[in-house]
């Protein structure tokens, strides 16, 4: 008999699968909910815990969907919903593109290793994924973004990820991060710079 308990994750993943129904994973043609179930492996591969690969699959959805903190609170507990917060946006949609990745960035550099391990598996699917279309489809994917310089603007975020994710530079999910973010947008010469 197996004695895994399953009940808190299994939760999330129908919480997350209803609050993100009907939504696409930008431009791929896949349900959305692939992306978070996705973070959430990757978190596993790290750790065991229960509410962190929760919070992994439920991070997008109060950034994204009409879900709020309290209700993540409400269902999951408190940590639950702390690590979901440390993985929302705490500027308006409105914000520029850059004003609401610099605070993405601010807070995570407040966070404790456990809220760096869920934003860890988020930014690693990510990046995955735009490694992955890179190679298909060269510089045309930067027109897919909403940031005003394509590529340089998104080198810079992820660039800027790296460092305040470093805590983790011992972790298999994290050396994959960094070896794509080079593959993906050159070498790094300088803090935040690729080349040119």
């Known amino acids: 008999m197996n004695d895994f308990n399953t009940d808190l994750f299994d939760r999330a993943v129908k919480f997350a699968v209803d609050a993100h129904r009907g939504r696409e994973r930008k431009g791929k043609g896949y349900p959305y909910i692939l992306h978070p179930m996705e973070a959430a492996t990757i978190v596993a591969s790290l750790t065991p815990d229960p509410e962190m690969m929760a919070a ?9 969907t009409g879900v709020t903190l309290g209700q993540i609170r409400e269902q999951f507990g408190e940590r639950v919903a702390r690590l979901v917060q440390f993985e929302t946006c705490p500027l308006p949609k409105s914000a520029s593109w850059r004003d609401r990745r610099q605070a993405q960035v601010d807070l995570l550099a407040s966070a404790d290793r456990d ?70 947008f050159g070498e790094l010469t300088a803090c935040g710079n690729p080349e040119q």
Not at 56 to 64: I, K, P
Not at 159 to 183: G, I, N
């Open 115 to 184: 809220c760096k391990t869920v934003a860890l598996g988020d930014k690693l699917s990510n990046l995955r994924t735009i490694a992955a279309d890179y190679r298909l489809t060269g510089d045309k994917l930067w027109q897919r973004f909403k940031a005003p310089n394509g590529k340089k603007d998104i080198a810079w975020y992820y660039r800027l990820l790296a460092d305040v994710l470093s805590d983790l530079a011992s972790t298999p999910p994290y050396q994959e991060f960094v070896q794509l973010l080079d593959k993906t």
């Open 56 to 64: 992994a699959v439920l991070h997008d959805t109060v950034e994204d």
